[in-house]
């Protein structure tokens, strides 16, 4: 069981990790909402067609904002719902067995759900 003193220690850990998280979130959405990787956003003033590969390099790069943003997104929902395990006193407790996830791994995880030979 965590002391009280852990648990303030992880709230400021996740609380962290959540903020890094949707910051990480709001730079790839913005450069996708402001047009980083749009067509219109060439800057040439040709009126010469862009070459096939220009185009799959721009979707490259749109697929590549998308991860980025997804993985971040979901870094911030694993914190939120680590968070609200602190709030109603679950947090480092296993999800399958309800036994407690040593505070070794809640150190290098601290959104860990289950205990490692849980899930080997």
């Given at each position: 069981?965590?002391?009280?003193?852990?648990?303030?220690?992880?709230?400021?850990?996740?609380?962290?990790?959540?903020?890094?998280?949707?910051?990480?979130?709001?730079?790839?959405?913005?450069?996708?909402?402001?047009?980083?990787?749009?067509?219109?956003?060439?800057?040439?003033?040709?009126?010469?067609?862009?070459?096939?590969?220009?185009?799959?390099?721009?979707?490259?790069?749109?697929?590549?904002?998308?991860?980025?943003?997804?993985?971040a997104r979901e870094r911030s929902i694993d914190a939120e719902k680590a968070l609200e395990k602190i709030e109603n006193g679950t947090y480092g407790k296993s999800e399958i067995s309800g036994k407690d996830i040593p505070i070794e791994r809640l150190e290098a995880m601290p959104t860990a759900r289950y205990r490692v030979d849980e899930v080997e």
């Open positions: 069981m965590l002391s009280e003193e852990q648990l303030q220690y992880f709230k400021n850990k996740l609380l962290e990790m959540q903020e890094e998280a949707e910051q990480e979130m709001e730079r790839h959405h913005e450069g996708y909402e402001n047009g980083e990787y749009s067509k219109d956003n060439t800057g040439d003033i040709s009126s010469v067609q862009d070459h096939p590969a220009d185009s799959g390099t721009e979707m490259h790069e749109q697929a590549k904002e998308q991860t980025l943003y997804e993985a």
